[in-house]
């Protein structure tokens, strides 16, 4: 493959724009994703943050989800933030009636695990892997992860335990938002692993 990384966003709801403007300014042709034949056309995938309920019912909707668990099944690059990342989950805890993931991460995450008083905050994380100063991170009715299985790695905890960030070969999922305060090494990684892959 000649060129720039080819990526999709799934483009079903949630914060579209954000992921497209970073990935963009990273160099990278980016492709809105909501039909089968579009994810064919593109080496790697962003899940936005968003409602992950509802990017579940609608990808199924548009048919979606096969060709998703498909993807991921033969390594394409993925990477998930926020509902992104229950999306990516195994396991879900706390998900609403019926709610179904693509799965891919050997981890359980648990939806709106912030939630009650306090829904939203920021804060700064290190990051496995990532070199320079720690990350700032935006965490919006975010979840965590509550138990890592053996296929996945941690990369980033709270000050309380909680695992915030896993990897699992070509697979990134990250429970709060970088796009929001102009962090872009996520992405980076995202790109370079799609580069490898293509
Ligand atoms: N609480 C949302 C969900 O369950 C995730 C929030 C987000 O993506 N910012 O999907």
Redesign the pocket.
């Known amino acids: 493959m000649a060129g720039r990384p080819r990526v999709g966003i799934l483009a079903l709801q ?2 579209v724009r954000e992921h497209a403007r970073v990935l963009a300014e990273l160099g990278a042709e980016v492709a809105l994703v909501r039909r089968p034949e579009e994810l064919s056309a593109v080496d790697g995938l962003v899940l ?8 579940d019912k609608l990808s199924r909707a548009f048919g979606m989800q096969e060709p998703i668990r498909r993807a991921i099944a033969g390594g394409m690059p993925v990477f998930g ?6 999306l990516l989950a195994d396991r879900l805890e706390d ?1 609403i009636a019926g709610q179904q993931t693509f799965g891919g991460l050997d981890v359980t995450v648990k ?2 695990a912030f939630g009650g008083q306090v829904e939203s905050f920021e804060t700064e994380i290190a990051v496995d892997g990532l070199n320079g100063p720690p990350v700032h991170a935006a ?5 965590a992860v509550t138990e890592v299985g053996p296929g996945a790695r941690a990369l980033a905890s709270l000050d309380d335990g909680r695992v915030v960030a896993v990897e699992q070969g070509p697979l990134l999922g990250i429970a709060f ?1 970088p796009e929001v305060a102009g962090e872009s090494r996520f992405h980076r990684r995202f790109l370079a692993g799609v580069a490898a892959r293509a």
């Open positions: 949630g914060d936005p943050g968003g409602e992950s309920s509802t990017i933030t926020c509902a992104g990342l229950i998900g939806r709106n965490f919006i009715r975010a979840p938002h």
